[in-house]
């Protein structure tokens, strides 16, 4: 997953597509690595806070069911 993440391992096979009459790449194609490496700082910065009131943003939910 690593090697993954870090571009190191990748795959040669690459299949493109016609969609309305133009060329489409499949999904997964763009490197995401950064928006990887933001969303696990702010989730780390977060576990270390252990009163729920005392995060950056705040933040409530209600759920309910039938």
């Known amino acids: 997953m690593e090697q993954k993440r870090l571009g190191i391992a990748a795959s040669t096979d690459f299949d493109l597509g016609v969609q309305h009459g133009h060329v489409v790449a499949p999904g ?9 490496d933001l969303l ?3 989730v780390a910065g977060a576990r270390t806070v ?3 009131d005392h995060l950056p943003i705040p933040y409530r939910a209600v759920a309910t069911t039938w």
Do not use: E, H, K, Y
């Not at 997964?28 to 990887?36: E, P, R, V």
């Open 50 to 52: 252990a009163d729920f």
């Open 28 to 36: 997964g194609l763009a490197n995401t690595s950064g928006i990887d």
């Open 40 to 42: 696990r700082t702010f």
